[in-house]
């Protein structure tokens, strides 16, 4: 569904992501994979077109999307859940979640609002107190159902765990499954090697800007490499 093509994102004189082509099919949850600096969250900007791209073709269920901002990406179907959550701590819960369905009519937004509250029933209980009043997985919690309120086909994660206690990874994580089995695509960057073995089928691995492996999720993580070098841990 998601095919990014050639891409390449630099920041001045330093290339952050240098010709990187992915694949991302429908339906499946992609794994990005590396060390801190290797490019993760610049690929997922580029795609988003958060940040000018040097070169790189984006296609959408073969449409061609490249020329789309990133306005016009969220309406053709793709969310970002980024990096540290990015919500607004002094802003209600409901606030930050209508931030997602920003643009669209008031009739829409208040349908999108009670089939996330449907689907999570607490956040309904607590839509007027400050989002910053949470605890970390609920903020990502409130994160991820921000990017649902655009009514995504894809959604990609920016480090969803990060930051959260074990206990709080399985939410999120057990949250980011139910939404996969419901037939929404991801493009999941992730550290946490557990949660790319229970959410990811395949998955690349991203070192210095580059792609340097890629391939199905089990077989990838058996290699000394992936867990060695880019990951630091393997469990
Ligand atoms: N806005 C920016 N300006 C300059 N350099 C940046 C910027 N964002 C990222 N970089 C650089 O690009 C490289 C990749 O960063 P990033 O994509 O954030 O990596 P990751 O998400 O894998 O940790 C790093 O060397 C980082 O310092
Ligand atoms: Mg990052």
Redesign the pocket.
């Known amino acids: 569904m998601l095919t990014v093509h050639d891409l390449t994102v630099a920041?001045?004189p330093?290339t952050?992501v240098r010709d990187l082509t992915l694949h991302a099919g429908t339906g499946t949850v992609t794994g990005i994979l590396?060390a801190?600096?290797?490019?993760?969250?610049?690929t997922l900007l580029g795609i988003h077109h958060r940040v000018p791209r040097r070169t790189g073709r984006i296609t959408l269920d073969d449409q061609d999307v490249t020329a789309y901002d990133t306005t016009a990406l969220v309406r053709a179907g793709i969310a970002l859940c980024p990096e540290n959550r990015r919500l607004f701590p002094n802003l209600t819960i409901e606030d930050n979640l209508l931030l997602g369905a920003y643009g669209q009519g008031r009739v829409t937004c208040r349908r999108r609002l009670e089939r996330i509250y449907g689907r999570f029933p607490w956040l309904h209980g607590r839509r007027d107190e400050a989002a910053g009043r949470l605890s970390g997985g609920q903020q990502q919690t409130v994160a991820i159902a921000r990017a649902l309120m655009s009514e995504p086909r894809l959604i990609l994660l920016d480090e969803p765990s990060s930051g959260l206690s074990p206990v709080a990874v399985d939410e999120v994580g057990q949250v980011l499954h139910d939404i996969a089995a419901e037939g929404t695509t991801m493009l999941l960057v992730e550290q946490n090697v557990r949660l790319v073995e229970t959410l990811c089928t395949t998955a690349y691995v991203?070192a210095h800007?580059r792609i340097t492996a890629h391939g199905p999720v089990a077989e990838l993580l058996g290699t000394d490499t992936v867990s060695d070098a880019y990951l630091g841990t393997a469990g």
């Open positions: 920041f001045g330093t952050a590396g801190n600096g290797a490019g993760k969250t610049t991203l800007g």
